[in-house]
């Protein structure tokens, strides 16, 4: 299949330094949005083309700059246009953490211990100049669930319990996560690059950060929607965390269930949606391994109302089977 590349791309990789540069599609996402490797020579950078309106590079580009500039490993912005949604990156290569771990599993609880680690670091800063990871947010991505999965099983269920069960749950949990830690949203093992040594991470896609709890990429990286993390390595990459925690243990792990449950239902929904609206059915093979840790994560005491929801609304049969068989 032919490429299209984006308009004007000749004259933006010119006025960036790359002229007459080797052009190389990478695989997509789950976005619109598409990345090529730049070559030149023996140099490499990587392109971003998130086209407007469907996609705007100006968050992504004041997240790379604060992390940069505190420290953090984000690609470093070699030239921007973001009205045409074209940023030229520094390219970490092409050892991801997934890919690594598919090569070497031995090195697993090495590789994830270097990964919470980051996250201490990037936690152990003051929150960035991003917007609060609110109950407002919170609800909206909790209702995906509502939105997609439910009418593609064909349920009726209550809709306004679902949202008043969030709020009691999310409540006490609210207060904890001030004054709040940079939240990257997306932190987990295919956006997280190796750089030259085992414990060094390079950052992708944080272009929604929030300020919000420090659970919550914690949870994104142990509860891995593409890939599975065993209850053991999450336990241990837990008490890692917790190891120098200054705060309470019992409510941080709350908390942890807390948004497991949000985020997992949170990602069924969008991986229902990917197939239903934008017609990408390889997402449905991934819903099992998230919704069993769902359920995990609503055994918990502070899950006690979206629990009862659940016994309520979704039928058991559905549940023993982890949201069900999927013909796309």
């Known amino acids: 299949m032919e490429v299209i590349l984006p308009e004007g791309l000749e004259g ?18 789950a976005s619109f949005r598409r990345y090529f490797r730049i070559r030149s020579g023996d140099d490499t950078a990587m392109l971003m083309d998130a086209p407007p ?7 992504f580009l004041r997240a790379a700059y604060w992390l940069d500039e505190n420290g953090m490993r984000a690609p470093r912005i070699l030239h921007a246009q973001a009205e045409r949604g074209l940023v030229l990156l520094e390219d970490f290569g092409e050892t991801r953490m997934r890919d690594y771990l598919d090569d070497w599993p031995d090195d697993e609880e090495e590789i994830y ?4 680690d980051a996250l ?3 936690h152990r800063l003051p929150p960035g100049p991003f917007l609060d990871y ?12 509502i939105d997609w999965f439910v009418p593609a099983r064909n349920l009726y269920v209550d809709g306004r319990g679902w949202t008043a ?7 006490p949990l609210l207060p904890r996560q001030r004054p709040g830690v940079t939240v990257l949203r997306d932190y987990h093992a295919e956006n997280i690059m190796l750089l030259g040594s085992l ?25 891995d929607a593409r890939r599975d993390v065993s209850e053991e390595i999450e336990a241990k990459m837990l008490d890692r965390y917790l190891s120098d925690f200054s705060g309470n243990g019992d409510d941080f792990l709350a908390d942890y269930a807390l948004l497991g449950a949000q985020r997992n239902a949170k990602i069924v929904g969008i991986f229902v949606r990917l197939w239903k609206r934008d017609g990408k059915p390889r997402y449905l093979s991934m819903i099992a391994r998230v919704w069993e840790a ?15 929801w659940f016994e309520a609304n979704i039928p058991a049969e559905i549940r023993a089977s982890f949201g069900g068989e999927w013909q796309a």
């Not at 052009?23 to 997509?28: D, H, S, Y």
């Not at 309106?53 to 968050?59: I, K, L």
């Open 134 to 145: 609110g109950l407002q947010e919170y609800q909206r991505e909790a209702q995906l669930f």
């Open 113 to 116: 211990a270097g990964a919470v």
């Open 12 to 29: 933006f990789l010119a006025a960036a330094g790359w002229p007459h540069a080797e052009i190389e599609p990478l695989p997509g996402d």
């Open 199 to 223: 414990d060094k991470q390079g950052l992708l896609d944080f272009q929604d950060a929030l300020v919000g709890h420090p659970a919550y990429d914690l949870v994104s990286l142990l509860q």
């Open 294 to 308: 769902m359920e995990r994560d609503l055994r918990h005491p502070a899950l006690a109302h979206v629990a009862r």
């Open 165 to 171: 069960a969030w709020q009691e749950a999310l409540s």
């Open 120 to 122: 201490k670091a990037l």
């Open 53 to 59: 309106p469907n996609e705007d590079p100006g968050p």
